[in-house]
């Protein structure tokens, strides 16, 4: 067998642009996926009528068909309605709406284990919803979530490589363009597994690091 | 009765088809220790929850300091509470706050004091119940009986005219249930008026201005405690107390 680890040398720099790709989009995508499942797990917390049914739908809707048919909704559906986005808009929410419902239950989740004695205690202080969200049911509740919220952000992580269906140039793009050229399947496949491999474990040890920090016990000093 | 802090009238509650509280009067002039007693099952908590709009009153009214509140005026109801403190039986204090951030929560974020004055406010009444040096403490690191009393002077930094008390040692250690009842004497001898509902009923003698014996949803009588104690007139409360006190 032949494996070229000089082929691989020189194709460092176009697989770096892929790595810098696959981390913005999905840095950026996890920044907003954790921002819908926060607004999400509030608007079912507080049962808003409507806004809740919408919510409901919304998660149904993604968690039952394929991220690939979600995304090309995006590039290729929205434009005909006049919604059209650029191809790394149309990544990043793509991203962010996929991993944005699994979110919505992860805090709902930790949302659930939050004692009723909590908003009972709040209330009487006279502190508004909001404030009882914010202050107290979110920080008790990210506790609880933290570990199915990292998760998520992994799995998303792993799946930007669809983007690579629509022409981003992320990392899959990158590897599967060059193969099409040079023919050098096993070269590529191995390297970008090895790539991705390292991002999730760079992203599992800051987020071990940071859940450590978080779920400390609730004690001073 | 002009002069009532509180003025309860046909105050009634129900959940469906079930009426909890089923048509309620009671004064209770300023500076008045009322203690509530009675089976489990009868309403006091659901009760006393009315008054400081945790539950939606279905029928009758409220009116604290002058203000009337309708049922169903949520917003009415709302602004009363903040001269309304409750403390509940699980000590309720927020887990992820240190002591002090528990005290200075509300007053701060409900814009009612700065910081600075917040945090000494909350240290003075840190030292009224001992806990001074647990200011930084959070609740884990306290015993319940502890945790208890800063469920009180956490409600007290707030500045409330009125002060709930559901039931706020049925969940303590029994060491530590006199601690507790030590503040809200201390408290009732400060003036503060008081409604509180408990089982002990050595502090409903020693502490009440006035017993109330709720039955089935309804106050079936009200007495200072020697009158009540010792000479009940209702063939209810004679059951009760005979069962309680036995
Ligand atoms: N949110 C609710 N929904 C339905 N029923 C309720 C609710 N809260 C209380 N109840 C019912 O109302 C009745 C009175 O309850 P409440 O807690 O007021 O009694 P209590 O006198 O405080 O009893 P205890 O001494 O056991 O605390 C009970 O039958 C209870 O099941
Ligand atoms: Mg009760």
């Known amino acids: ?221 | 009765m002009s002069d009532a802090l509180l003025s309860v009238r046909d105050l009634r509650k129900r959940f469906g088809e079930h009426e909890v509280v089923t048509g309620v009067d009671l004064d209770v002039v300023q500076g008045e220790v009322v203690v509530i007693i009675g089976p489990s099952g009868s309403g006091k908590s659901t009760f006393i929850r009315c008054l400081n709009s945790l539950e939606a009153p279905s029928g009758g009214t409220v009116v604290i300091d002058g203000t009337t509140v309708s049922a169903g005026d949520a917003k009415a109801l709302d602004r009363l509470r903040k001269d309304v403190g409750m403390v509940f039986q699980d000590y309720t204090l927020f887990p992820h706050m240190s002591v002090m951030a528990n005290m200075t929560l509300a007053p701060v974020k409900l814009g009612r004091m700065k910081r600075a004055e917040a945090e000494e406010t909350a240290l003075k009444l840190l030292d009224r119940v001992g806990l001074r040096h647990k200011a930084d403490a959070y609740p884990s690191e306290l015993s319940g009986g502890q945790q208890q009393r800063v469920a009180i002077v956490r409600a007290l930094a707030m500045k409330p005219r009125l002060m709930l008390f559901d039931e706020p040692t049925s969940a303590l250690d029994p060491e530590t249930v006199g601690d507790v009842l030590n503040v809200m004497k201390e408290l009732a001898r400060e003036g503060m008026t008081m409604i509180v509902v408990t089982h002990e009923m050595g502090f409903a003698r020693e502490v009440a201005d006035r017993v109330v014996f709720f039955d089935a949803g309804k106050v079936v009588e009200a007495a200072p405690p020697t009158e009540l104690f010792n000479t009940p007139k209702e063939a209810r409360t004679q059951q009760f107390l005979a069962n309680v006190l036995h």
Request: glycine fraction near 6%; proline fraction near 4%.
């Open chain 1, 1 to 221: 067998m032949d494996f070229d680890v000089n082929y691989l040398i020189e194709q460092w720099p176009a697989l770096l642009d892929g790595v810098l790709m696959t981390l913005q989009v999905s840095l950026l995508a996890i920044g907003f996926s954790l921002l819908i499942g926060v607004v999400g797990g509030a608007i079912r917390l507080f049962r808003l009528p409507l806004l809740s049914q919408i919510v409901v739908l919304y998660v149904e809707l993604i968690r039952n068909t394929p991220i690939l048919v979600q995304l090309f909704f995006i590039f290729y559906g929205l434009p005909a309605v006049g919604l059209g986005l650029s191809l790394y808009w149309s990544g990043v929410l793509c991203l962010s709406l996929w991993a944005g419902a699994y979110q919505i239950e992860n805090i709902r989740g930790g949302l659930a284990t939050v004692e009723r004695g909590m908003l009972e205690a709040s209330r009487a202080l006279s502190l508004r919803p909001t404030q009882y969200f914010c202050l107290i049911a979110l920080p008790i509740a990210v506790r609880t979530s933290l570990p199915a919220s990292l998760n998520t952000a992994i799995s998303l992580l792993k799946n930007s490589s669809y983007l690579q269906a629509i022409g981003l140039a992320e990392l899959t793009f990158v590897a599967v363009d060059r193969i099409a050229t040079d023919f050098r399947a096993i070269e590529m496949f191995s390297a970008i597994c090895v790539i991705y491999l390292s991002l999730v474990a760079v992203l599992a040890l800051l987020t071990g690091r940071l859940s450590a920090y978080l779920q400390r016990p609730f004690q001073h000093q």
